[in-house]
Structures are given as C-alpha cells and as structure tokens.
C-alpha cells in the first residue's frame, strides 16, 4: 500500500483512503472493514467528500427504532400481569441485545433504575460496539414509560430512545436533572409560537393553571369549556385538577406514562391542549426531545418532593437551579437529536403491541430535530422467523 489518507469528523475518525502504489486503484476502508474498490481521483474526492459530510444520524436511525420495536415485543408478554419489574427487565434486555449489534459508541447520560429502583439501562453505562471510528451518541432512554400501565394491562405505555451527537463546544447535549420529579407545562406550537413573540403572556409552568388555559383558547380560537388539559393523576397535582374543573375546561386524567402525555398538545391526531403537572425529570427530557422535533414546546422547574432532596440538591450545587425554568432547548439542545418510540399499549402518540396468531404488528414514530421529518411506522413481524437479540442469552431469541 502506498499512500494513506484520513477522513476525519468532529469526534472521530471515519475511514481511511489506501492508494495502491502501482495499479492506480483506491482501497476504501470502513470502519466496519468492508472495501470498495475504486478507481480514480474523482471517485475518491468524492467518497471523501461523503465521508466528511455523513448525516450519521439518518445512517443509524432505524437501529434505534429497531431497539425500541424489540423492547415493546418483548415487554409486552408481560401486559397485564401484575409483574412491572419483569416488564421492564424484558424491555431492558432486548434494547441491551440490540444495542450489542449497534456500531456506535453511546453512554447512557438519561436512563431509569434510580427512581424507579428498577433493572434500567444507567446512567454511565456504555453501549454500542465501541469499535474505532464509529460515532458518538449520548443516550436518554425508557425502556417502558408506563410501567405500571403494563403490569395493570392499561393504556399509555411506550419504549422511546432520544439519541443525540453533542455539537462542538457541547460536553452533552441531553441534560441530566438529578431530581426524582419536574413540574411541567406543554403546549402545541400556535402556543409556543405566540409566547416567543410575547413573552409576557401568562404561558409559564409558574402561571395558574387558569390563566394559561384562557390565553391558550383565545390563541386556538376555542372555548375555554372546550379545552382539554391532560394531568398525571398523583395527589400532588390536586391543586391543578381543582383549577381546570372550576374553571370548567375538559380534564383527561392518566394512571402513568407522561412522555406522551407531554407530547399530545403537539399531535395532530389528539384532542389534547395542555398538559399540566407533575411528574419524571428523566421523562421531561425526553418529551422534550420529542417536542422539538413536533415544534411543539415545554417548560419544566425542579420540584423536590421534600425537605430532605431539597437539602440534597443544594448541597450537590443545585441550589441556585430550582427557581430556573427549563425550556425544551435547554433540556434537548442542539440539532443533532433523533427521537423514536414504539407502542406498548395504546396512547395518545402510538397504537401498542397487537398480535394476531402469526403476525405482531407493531406501530413506531421516529422524528428528527434537524428535518423535522416525523415518520409512522407500522411493521408486521411473522411470528414463525422473528427473533429478538437478548443480552441475557447473548444470541437470537424466538419470540
């Protein structure tokens, strides 16, 4: 071999250009160590010019969406059976199986298992293969929001990944809130779009409940009776659910799972206007990945359920962060986010798992920050040759 060229990204190497010495041909070298043979210095500008400019997110998209598929299979043997730890566990093996095939290198930087005390993917833990010039991607996950859904056979559970490459100057791009709950307000994008404009108008998870539900009919052209609010039905929100029926909006309640309840203001398919409450700091995260990619917007504030976290998270240099409102910019940042998800059980976002004597079909979205392309996928799995690749067996495994 001759001369060797490098095609370098912002992280990490792509590939490398061999020249043979005398035959004129180019040796092209994945990082995968397939070879193509080219001949020429056009082709090989060009190759090059790809390499620089790979959109590595849309290479390696559908791998994401594969592992939440697989997750939402084979957590759902698990549908009504009184056992949300099984449920999650399952779901957790089959995201680890698929992430095992996955060229990348991604760190959990948002994961589960702390609060829930469940067998979650975690916060550190590396995935992917690892292997040289493959790209980086911080990792928010859950493996089942809605895990209790599961265990209850309810509706309102979901597998969802948000995956991002830290832009230059970034350390993460997806923010880690080491506080068990948010207090959260999201909207459709009309809303997001007006209170840009004005911020003055009382669109804040700091405003009465009240308030923004008036602004919000007058910026939808509805009636106030006629909005509807989803909240996460806990007793810590009592205080919403009394304004909105006072007030007398329409009110639509959920036992769990507000990643999507987040989103449904921003889903056209959805009679969903606001959702108010309190709930997952990790979830906040990814709904709002999701959100951006919808156009739709949140706002999120730390709430620690008592005295003794309060102390916790000053003294862990928090203090001065629990005043701060978070947007969904400031939770998911950058352009270069992918968010996807596959129905459990059926919700506001996703149809779940139905199966059909041979045929499991199962109904996904994956959206991108950078596109804005929001893609439902309805995938139709034969029960007779599908496999799912398990971390705890490390091979194939009939479903």
């Not at 056992?83 to 093996?93: G, H, I, L, P």
Request: with cysteine.
């Amino acid at each position: 071999m001759g001369d060797t060229h490098s095609a370098a990204g912002k992280n990490h190497e792509y590939a490398t250009l061999s020249q043979g010495a005398s035959d004129g041909k180019i040796l092209f070298t994945w990082a995968s160590g397939n070879l193509l043979i080219l001949i020429g210095d056009i082709e090989v500008f060009l190759v090059y010019e790809f390499l620089m400019h790979k959109d590595e997110e849309r290479v390696i998209e559908l791998e994401f969406l594969r592992a939440t598929e697989n997750a939402a299979l084979h957590s759902s043997h698990w549908m009504g059976r009184g056992d949300k730890e099984a449920a999650d566990f399952a779901a957790c093996d089959a995201i680890r199986g698929m992430f095992d095939l996955m060229d990348i290198r991604g760190e959990i930087v948002i994961g589960e298992g702390i609060k829930d005390e469940a067998p979650g993917l975690f916060i550190g833990e590396k995935v992917g293969t690892w292997a040289e010039g493959s790209p980086r991607f911080d990792v928010a996950l859950d493996p089942v929001d809605g895990t209790t859904n599961v265990s209850k056979g309810m509706p309102n559970s979901i597998s969802c990944i948000a995956a991002a490459i830290p832009e230059d100057g970034e350390d993460c791009a997806l923010q880690e809130i080491p506080a068990f709950y948010m207090n959260k307000l999201s909207y459709p994008e009309v809303v997001r779009q007006a209170w840009i404009k004005d911020p003055s108008l009382p669109i804040s998870v700091d405003a009465p409940i009240s308030e923004v539900i008036k602004v919000s009919a007058k910026l939808l052209g509805k009636n106030v009776r006629d909005i509807t609010v989803m909240v996460l039905d806990r007793p810590r929100n009592e205080y919403i659910i009394e304004q909105v029926r006072s007030l007398g909006s329409k009110l639509r309640m959920i036992a769990d799972g507000d990643i999507t309840a987040a989103m449904a203001p921003s889903l056209p398919s959805t009679d969903v206007d606001l959702y108010a409450g309190i709930g997952g700091a990790p979830e906040a995260v990814l709904s709002a990945a999701g959100l951006r990619c919808l156009g739709g917007g949140q706002q999120a504030k730390i709430w620690p359920a008592d005295e003794a976290e309060k102390q916790q998270l000053i003294k862990d240099g928090w203090g001065d962060q629990l005043d701060r409102i978070y947007r969904s910019k400031d939770l998911a940042a950058g352009n270069n986010i992918l968010f996807c998800a596959t129905g459990i059980s059926a919700s506001p976002l996703l149809q779940g798992v139905h199966i059909d004597g041979k045929t499991a079909v199962t109904h996904s979205v994956l959206m991108r920050i950078k596109s804005k392309t929001v893609r439902f996928v309805e995938a139709h799995h034969d029960l007779r040759t599908k496999t799912i690749r398990l971390r705890s067996t490390k091979e194939e495994t009939r479903m």
